[in-house]
């Protein structure tokens, strides 16, 4: 679970990581209307205090949260292609933290009362809101609490061939999502967890050609365990080892799927922002994509 990635884990603040690239300064200033770069810069570190306070999670302290994950993907102009193309194609934000990549793409034209995020927090989604200085009425993506691996909040069920319900719960819109995103989420679990995190996704993928899951994760070029620190471990798919997990998932019903994967070094040099002093081992970064076909 998640707590395999804070054990032992106890770092302070520290505002010298607000670096926001050009790319997402841009995106903040057109999302919350703060032009002024310092103005801006006390904004988040607000909102940015508030989270920590509630949860120590590593990308809250380095800012990972303004990183604009899906949009840099592979898989993302594929994404945008489908919320234009397909009437009603549904975007599930699984992890969604403040929301920042689900307003990225809405942005850049997804269809916002086509949009659901997920997180076990509800109050991360209530920051989100803080800091894009929105509303329920001016932003009104659907957001839905609750813990992934609860069955009283999604149960397994296997990849569909046929269109069953309509959108109301995130257990009731198995079939019906066009889109999934999943940014740093899985690599908070077990190998195992993963697996089975994967065949709750796959069922809720709608049948059409063109549906996806896509992602971001850490990972390792063979697939092992990470240990940057002690106390400290993730368990990091190669993308070779990526791809056979959703291949067979999907391959198990007669479902084919595309599947790519590929893997980068991450910023932050070796020790990921101080975050784990002495470290050797470079965090890497998995992206990948699963695409109906």
């Given amino acids: 679970m998640a707590e395999t990635m804070l054990e032992a884990w106890d770092k302070s603040l520290d505002d010298s990581f607000y670096a926001p690239g050009e790319e997402e300064k841009a995106f903040m200033k057109a999302t919350t209307g703060i032009r002024d770069d310092d103005k801006l810069r006390r904004h988040i570190i607000t909102v940015q205090r508030k989270a920590f306070s509630l949860c120590q999670y590593p990308c809250i302290r380095i800012f990972e949260f303004m990183r604009l994950k899906m949009a840099r993907l592979p898989a993302y102009p594929d994404l945008l292609k489908l919320g234009m193309d397909r009437p009603n194609a549904i975007l599930l934000d699984l992890g969604c933290c403040f929301g920042n990549d689900v307003r990225k793409a809405v942005l850049d034209g997804y269809p916002v009362q086509n949009v659901i995020a997920s997180d076990l927090h509800s109050q991360f989604w209530e920051l989100g809101h803080e800091m894009f200085r929105s509303t329920e009425s001016t932003f009104p993506a659907r957001f839905v609490t609750g813990d992934v691996f609860d069955p009283s909040f999604l149960a397994l069920s296997p990849p569909l061939r046929l269109r069953l319900s309509s959108v109301t719960s995130l257990d009731e819109v198995k079939g019906d999502i066009s889109a999934m995103f999943t940014g740093a989420f899985f690599h908070l679990f077990t190998f195992d967890q993963q697996t089975y995190l994967a065949r709750l996704l796959a069922g809720l993928l709608s049948p059409l050609p063109g549906s996806m899951i896509f992602g971001v994760q850490g990972g390792r070029s063979v697939k092992g365990l990470w240990t940057p620190g002690q106390g400290t471990q993730m368990h990091a798919h190669s993308p ?43 965090y890497h970064v998995l992206e990948w994509s699963v695409t109906r076909v």
């Fill in 240 to 282: 070779e080892s990526r791809c056979e997990m959703w291949e067979g998932i999907f391959g198990e019903v007669g479902v084919k799927v595309e599947v790519r994967a590929r893997l980068r070094k991450e910023i932050g040099g070796d020790d990921f922002f101080g975050t784990w002093p002495g470290n050797t081992d470079p």
